[in-house]
């Protein structure tokens, strides 16, 4: 098992800036990939950035240029730092973890955390 704990979240005014942090706990497998998705009142949950033990990162388009992912392997800690932020990032974001060890994946989900921006 693994406990995910997410903050960070609150509200904003557009042109701010939030900082996320996912700490991760538990049964944690050396190679994995953390990162964070959000889900908008009745759209999908999608990806937001993601990034993996060796420090390769991804990001959605839409984010690119104005969020930044990071995380502390020693504290198993994910952040995002959102800037420039806009009220369409308005969302719940969700921390997610996806570990590989040989042949076992798991894979957990946060609690989610509430991000609005006003415009």
């Known amino acids: 098992q693994v406990q995910l704990v997410e903050s960070g979240g609150g509200l904003v005014q557009a042109g701010g800036s939030l900082r996320l942090s996912c700490a991760a706990s538990g049964n944690i497998f050396s190679r994995n990939t953390m990162g964070w998705y959000r889900q908008a009142p009745g759209k999908k949950r999608e990806l937001v950035a993601h990034?993996?033990?060796?420090?390769?990162?991804d990001y959605a388009d839409s984010v690119k240029g104005r969020f930044a992912i990071s995380r502390d392997n020693a504290k198993n800690t994910v952040y995002l730092q959102m800037n420039s932020l806009k009220p369409e990032d308005t969302a719940v974001y969700y921390c997610?973890?996806?570990?590989?060890?040989?042949?076992?994946?798991?894979?957990?989900w946060g609690q989610g955390t509430q991000v609005t921006v006003s415009s």
């Open positions: 990034i993996s033990s060796g420090g390769s990162t």
């Open positions: 997610h973890y996806d570990g590989v060890r040989m042949a076992a994946r798991a894979e957990y």
